[in-house]
């Protein structure tokens, strides 16, 4: 955020008195100041013009409310918690409130919208002006928008990968060999991570994963293992865990990896768009910034997961193996069946209790997360040289029932913290078969949305637990899942959307 | 803002307390709830969702910050100025916070984005959720973003013009003519507008003119205007004085004429876009809205002002005339000169001083605002069928010179509320020429610029005097022009761009 090639403050822009004013705003930088503000008059700022603040050595841009009355004192400006965090200031401390230079990586979002391609220096300019949170909300839709409408080609996707690594850090390991492995997101309870991982270092491999919380699912991989040990490492603790065991289990966000992905994630959740260069560079750029060398990405293809036919899957397959190339990193694909969620749990601490099972071998694991799991470890391996082609899936295996990935499994949880106990709902609630029949269609899509409807991902013991899956016969008034909420209001929330969405799982005859 | 078919808060959603926060933010709908809201719990809200207020039969959407601390009590709601007049509460009434319901419309704008053109049906639909508040900027930007990608062609604009006039209120004269005029912006002091409606009303025309205040640049006719009188005028009231008097200038925003404009202006603003398919729409909304059915459109054309070239703006004036008569409208445009202000004064009531120095036939007036003037109503009188093809420009100056457009000017001011006197500014300052030389060159945007540095447009008196014009002699130490400005702060802002921009007027040998 500290940019001294900018620190310019016009002549005569008096200080004013910093204030925090405990506002959240999530990423958005707000400032407050008075209506009769002498600052805003002379400058010409008014309620939400951009603003840049400026202390000492370090700047950053704002949006401008201003208030009635006292609540301010004159000469104080009041900071939202992003901006004070970003400012760095102290309560009290003189700052300046001025006009923001103009931005002329502006120009190249305008040409974009204008139809010309972007090469790598302005999609460069465009990201570090991005992370260092100089664009609005209208400047970043603008630009997610020009890059859907004209989508992405594959040198602009390969740039736009390069300059979203370059604008945050980079992790280097020392190793020629270094795995990661990415599900394309939208499949609730595929939680074949922590499983991956622990069999790639049993194994001998590097695998420094970080992971994300849930955006729009009931359950992120970091939600799921925060239930498990304490997923919130710095850069110093991941590289001892990874030193000692050889992988580990992060959150990413402790880490500075690919910033602005986590700014286009927001804005494209919001557009509900999500189109394929930006969604490739998303995903690459954070493994290459992690310090990845060889990643296997597993697609799940069914009608309500993100990728919705085959040839969408090998399209997309192409696309990510070919940008990936020229960015250095050796990417490998597995389309994967996405018709209907993996495991039995949907819900953080849900999917703990599966991976757990799986790891501990237990008889009455998930098959098909354990399946799944080892299909993708299996490539891990084989991608990473330590397991012949075709052999990876079977040796994966192995390590699981030799009890290998559960100790590696446990030693990592011991090296960033220790292993906690599972939470459990205080509330449950059976959903059962209205008639006899077969299960022959359930939506991944309101499953999700029940799940956090019962307060995943916040709510660590809340979502459901699937009882039945996909063609199996049931009788009338048998359980075809379970909800789990930590109140009861939550439970009333999914309950009623039940009532309203009644076939979030069919039966057929 | 009222929607009683999206009326179904939902069950179990507690009622809050609703407190004025006295918290300006533009257009922005705000709301602060306290970090630990039981409602933002149970509904899942967080910084920056978007949520809905339902007041009794009305909801408003809004953007949601969380406050901690005890500057809100338990069970209260806190409201932006935007968010308070939309929903039109009381403080301490009950209303509702809850999850707004999805945009069926959002689905037309990811298809736009996806290369799809929009049908009338779809853009009414957008245009309509715009208008009620249900857009965020994210949404608006890329709505707006999709349609410069792929520039909206002649049906979507014609379409698009439609839907904006649908969605607010249309004036009906019950007269088959009803004459109007506009300029496209960006050329200083081209304040002819006042000149045509008198000149036209003194014809016997109808002209209930409606003006916008200054947008980006130093005044708007509005904002001149209300130096002479006031403009703030409710439809009963501009019924009453064109009744009377056959014309009025009214500001366009105590009426409700295609709203949706100023929304889509506020984001083009941002994104410094402005391309020809929304400026249309832009422009011929609010005429028709304003029940015309006749427009003379001026189109100044110069390296510094909005249209730069000639083929450009003989491209704009064919869409453009295009566009009317798909709409029901007759529209004539006119190409003029862009390469220098128009008149003397830039700011409020500089240019006034310009207008009434015309009308009142006085021997200084400046010579190219009174033939710009002319030209325009005798098109406009052509056009409206009062004066011969060829014979408007002589019979509009005649209705000056035989003092009628000054005798209807101030009828109409008189039927406004009365004439005032023009305020004077109480700091002057010369910029007088470097060096002996002709002028060779005016940059429009920077005397814009400069003007705006010295208070123009919220600063009546502000602005500043051209003292030459292009081509002409000056002699070392001659003034080029005078700035004015209300306050010494304002006038230090002025004069220290104009050390960093000297060549605003540039000489030449």
């Not at 003189?94 to 999609?123: A, C, F, K, T, Y």
């Not at 994300?212 to 997923?231: H, K, W, Y």
């Not at 000692?244 to 919001?270: K, M, T, Y």
């Not at 009788?475 to 999914?494: D, I």
Request: aromatic share 2%.
């Amino acid at each position: 955020m500290s940019e001294t090639s900018q620190l310019s403050v016009r002549r005569g822009v008096p200080a004013l008195r910093a204030r925090r004013l405990g506002l959240h705003t999530q990423h958005q930088a707000v400032v407050v100041m008075r209506t009769d503000c002498h600052v805003c008059r002379a400058e010409g700022l008014a309620a939400r013009s951009q603003v840049l603040l400026t202390l000492r050595d370090r700047q950053v841009q704002a949006t401008l409310f201003q208030i009635d009355g006292d609540l301010l004192s004159h000469g104080d400006v009041a900071l939202s918690e992003a901006a004070w965090s970003l400012l760095g200031v102290t309560d009290g401390e003189q700052i300046h409130v001025s006009h923001p230079p103009s931005l002329d990586s502006l120009s190249s979002v305008r040409r974009r919208i204008h139809g010309n391609r972007l090469d790598e220096s302005s999609l460069t300019s465009i990201v570090r002006d991005v992370v260092a949170g100089r664009y609005t909300d209208v400047h970043l839709a603008a630009f997610l928008t020009a890059s859907s409408a004209l989508p992405l080609d594959l040198v602009e996707t390969a740039a736009l990968t390069k300059a979203m690594v370059a604008a945050g850090d980079k992790l280097d390991w020392g190793r020629a060999v270094v795995v990661d492995k990415h599900s394309i997101g939208g499949l609730p309870g595929n939680r074949t991570t922590p499983i991956v991982v622990a069999i790639a270092a049993a194994s001998g491999l590097l695998m420094p994963k970080t992971s994300s919380r849930a955006i729009t699912s009931p359950a992120g991989t970091a939600d799921t293992m925060e239930t498990l040990t304490n997923v919130d490492l710095d850069i110093a603790t991941m590289r001892r865990v990874v030193e000692a065991e050889g992988g580990c289990l992060a959150w990413g966000g402790a880490v500075r990896l690919s910033p602005a992905d986590d700014i286009f994630i927001r804005i494209e959740r919001v557009l509900d768009i999500d189109t394929e260069g930006q969604m490739i560079a998303s995903v690459l750029s954070k493994k290459i910034a992690a310090g990845s060398t060889h990643v296997v990405i597993d697609i799940p293809v069914g009608a309500t997961a993100k990728v919705r036919t085959k040839e969408a899957a090998l399209g997309l397959s192409a696309r990510l193996t070919d940008v990936a190339a020229q960015c250095g990193l050796t990417a490998v694909c597995k389309l994967n069946d996405g018709t209907q969620p993996v495991g039995r749990g949907v819900g953080p601490a849900l999917e703990a209790a599966d991976v757990l099972a799986v790891l501990q071998n237990l008889p009455d694991a998930p098959n098909d997360l354990r399946e799944r799991a080892c299909s993708l470890a299996g490539a891990v391996l084989e991608l990473g040289g330590v397991a012949d082609v075709g052999a990876g899936y079977q040796q994966a295996l192995a390590v699981i029932t030799e009890g290998r990935a559960w100790r590696k499994f446990q030693a990592i949880c011991d090296a960033q913290g220790g292993m906690r106990s599972i939470p459990l709902a205080a509330h449950s609630q059976p959903f059962t078969a209205p008639r006899d029949g077969r299960v022959i269609n359930m939506d991944n899509r309101r499953i999700a949305r029940l799940a956090k409807l019962a307060g995943a991902p916040d709510a660590k013991a809340a979502g459901l637990r699937l009882d039945v899956r996909l063609g199996q016969e049931v009788q009338r008034g048998q359980p075809l899942f379970t909800m789990f909420s930590e109140t009861s209001g939550e439970m009333a929330y999914a309950t009623e959307y039940l009532e309203r969405n009644p076939e979030i799982i069919k039966l057929g005859d």
